[in-house]
């Protein structure tokens, strides 16, 4: 029996979107600002699919479309404005939303101010081919993984020792580069416990691929109870 197209892309649709979950995903996100990431992958998703399109029909209706002759002038004319509306206004149109929805969602992942409280602050440093971990308040170190609380706006304070990095935990929030001589902070905060998987995002060297970090993230109390059993005060 010869399946039909329908379930064909069904089948196809299945296989892609089943990527779209497991560690490493951005679209299986575990903070809110991670939330918002994905949101406004799925809207880019749905509109390039829809430009697709309508590129697929236009290049089809080029192809098989009755022969017709313009007149010179006239035919400028109908290629000035494929230029003015598919090259100029299509894209800012299309640009203008995501900069609208694209901008505060970066905002919120930016070191401001808390209404109330202080953030927990990490000290992250990465090196050829490996993560450094401080919380300097307890004199913890670690290497390649990290202890976070729940529902708790941390900054990560990102540098590096060598090249540059990129500190990226796709299910918790944005990516950030990790630059010589440089303090940029990360603000992240998890939902809920669970363990989370992150990696170097930008190609460091011969060990690049190898760059993970673990994250831990625990309830508040167990959080305090981790620092208070690993911490030397
Ligand atoms: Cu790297």
Redesign the pocket.
């Known amino acids: 029996m010869v399946p039909s197209i329908a379930t064909v892309l069904a089948g196809i649709s299945l296989l892609i979107l089943s990527g779209c979950s497991g560690p490493y995903s951005t679209l299986d996100p575990a903070s809110q600002s991670a939330r918002e990431v994905a949101i406004i992958w799925w809207w880019m998703f749905a509109v390039s699919v829809q430009v697709l399109l309508g590129v697929v029909a236009l290049w089809l209706y080029a192809m098989f479309r009755p022969q017709r002759h313009f007149s010179q002038p006239r035919a400028q004319r109908i290629q000035n404005q494929w230029v003015i509306w598919g090259g100029l206004v299509l894209p800012t149109v299309a640009i203008i939303p995501l900069l609208v929805f694209g901008l505060p969602v970066g905002h919120r992942m930016l070191p401001l101010p808390l209404e109330e409280g202080e953030p927990v602050t990490i000290q992250v440093t990465?090196h050829?081919?490996w993560w450094q971990v401080r919380y300097p308040q307890q004199g913890i170190e670690l290497q390649d993984e990290m202890h976070l609380p729940a529902g708790v706006p941390v900054d990560i304070e990102l540098t590096s020792a060598d090249?540059i990095?990129?500190f990226w935990v796709p299910r918790l929030g944005r990516k950030l580069d990790a630059i010589p001589a440089y303090h940029h902070v990360l603000r992240l905060q998890a939902d809920e416990p669970g363990v989370y998987y992150g990696q170097?995002?930008?190609?460091?060297?011969f060990?690049?691929?190898h760059?993970l970090i673990t994250v831990h993230v625990h309830s508040l109390e167990d959080y305090n109870a981790w620092l208070e059993e690993v911490g030397d005060e």
């Open positions: 990465g050829q081919w090249v990095h990129s170097c995002a930008e190609f460091c060297g060990g690049h691929a760059m």
